[in-house]
C-alpha cells in the first residue's frame, strides 16, 4: 500500500524518524515515522497494544526509544542533559488517559503542580492565580479549584486533567483517550472544548483516541499505526481512499459509518441553527 505523507514537512512542530521501540522480544515499533504539523490536531488511531501511547511516551522522554530520532521544535528529544530537556518540556502539556490527577491533592494543588515544578520562586498568590484562570478556561466552575479529583465527575476530572496541562500556557499538548469512559454528551463537550482551546491558543495537539467522533468531529489528520509503524496519515477521506483492511474496517465497519452519519448530521443541524442566528457554527464547520 502507498503510504500517505512521507515527504518531509518543513512546518512539523515533531519529527519522528526510524523510531524502533521493544520490550524484551517484543517489538513495539520499527522504523516508525511520523510529522505533527504546527497547528493541527492529529488523530492517533490504531488497535489496541500498537503502541500508540509508547509513541507518545517516547516522544515526551518518558521512554527511551532503542533507535531513531525524535524532534520537538527543532529539537532533538532522546538522551539531553537534564536541563535542556527542562526547557524543552515546558513547552508542551500531557493530559495521561483518566486525567492522572494526584487524589490528595485539590484541582487547584494539581494545576500548580507544574507551574511549582518548573518556577519554583512564583508566589503562593500568582499560583492560586494563573490555576484559578486555567480552572476556568477548561469550564470548569471556580469553585472547582478546592475540590478533591474524588469529588469530582468523570468529565471534570478530565477537564481538572486539562487545566493541569495548559498550566505552563504550552504550543504544544497531548491528550491521550481524552474522552475514554465519557458519556457521548460529555465526550463532544470535550471535543468542543479541545477545538475552541486550540483554536484561541493556536495550539498543536497530539490526540490519541479511539472515538471515530472524535476524530471526524475535531481531527484535521489522522495517523494509523499497524504493523508497528505508521502505515498512513491524512484526512478521513484520503484514508478512506486506501485500501487497507484495517483502515476500511474502521473506518468503514458500522461504527465508523454511524460515527460519519452522526457527523454528518450535527454538521447539518448546527450549521441550519447558526444560519437561523441561534447559535455558532459546529466545530466541524469552524475548522473548514
Ligand atoms: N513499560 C512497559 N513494559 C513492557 N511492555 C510494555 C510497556 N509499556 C507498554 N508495553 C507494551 O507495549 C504494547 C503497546 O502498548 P501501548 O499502551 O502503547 O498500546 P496502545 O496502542 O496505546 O493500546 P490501547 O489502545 O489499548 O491503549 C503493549 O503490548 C504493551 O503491553
Given at each position: 500500500m502507498d503510504r500517505l505523507d512521507m515527504s518531509d514537512d518543513t512546518d512539523a512542530i515533531i519529527r519522528v524518524r526510524g523510531l524502533k521501540n521493544q520490550f524484551g522480544e517484543q517489538v513495539i515499533h520499527e522504523n516508525l515515522d511520523l510529522d505533527v504539523r504546527r497547528g493541527e490536531i492529529l488523530g492517533v488511531v490504531g488497535g489496541s497494544g500498537t503502541g500508540k501511547s509508547v509513541l507518545m511516551r517516547s516522544i515526551i522522554g518518558l521512554q527511551t526509544p532503542a533507535a531513531g530520532t525524535i524532534e520537538v521544535f527543532g529539537e532533538n528529544t532522546i538522551g539531553r542533559e537534564e536541563t535542556e530537556a527542562t526547557e524543552i518540556r515546558k513547552k508542551w502539556g500531557v493530559l495521561f488517559q483518566g486525567g492522572a490527577l494526584f487524589s490528595t491533592l485539590t484541582v487547584a494543588e494539581n494545576v500548580q503542580v507544574p507551574l511549582k515544578e518548573f518556577?519554583?520562586?512564583?508566589k503562593p498568590a500568582l499560583l492560586e492565580e494563573i490555576a484559578g484562570y486555567k480552572v476556568v478556561m477548561t469550564g470548569l466552575p471556580a469553585n472547582a479549584g478546592p475540590k478533591y479529583p474524588s469529588e469530582l465527575s468523570g468529565g471534570m476530572k478530565k477537564r481538572a486533567g486539562l487545566a493541569r496541562a495548559l498550566a505552563l500556557d504550552p504550543q504544544l499538548l497531548f491528550l491521550d483517550e481524552p474522552t475514554a469512559g465519557l458519556d457521548p454528551i460529555g465526550a463532544a463537550a470535550f471535543d468542543e472544548l479541545t477545538a475552541s482551546l486550540q483554536k484561541t491558543l493556536g495550539l498543536t495537539v497530539f490526540l490519541i483516541t479511539h472515538d471515530l467522533d472524535t476524530l471526524h468531529a475535531i481531527c484535521d489528520r489522522v495517523a494509523v499505526l499497524a504493523d508497528r509503524k505508521v502505515i498512513a496519515v491524512g484526512t478521513i477521506d484520503e484514508l478512506l481512499a486506501l485500501d487497507h483492511p484495517w483502515i476500511q474496517e474502521y473506518f468503514n465497519g458500522p461504527r465508523g459509518r454511524a460515527a460519519t452519519d452522526a457527523q454528518d448530521r450535527i454538521a447539518k443541524a448546527h450549521d441550519h441553527n447558526r444560519d437561523a442566528g441561534t447559535e455558532p457554527a459546529s466545530p466541524q464547520a469552524q475548522r473548514r
Open positions: 518556577y519554583p520562586k512564583l
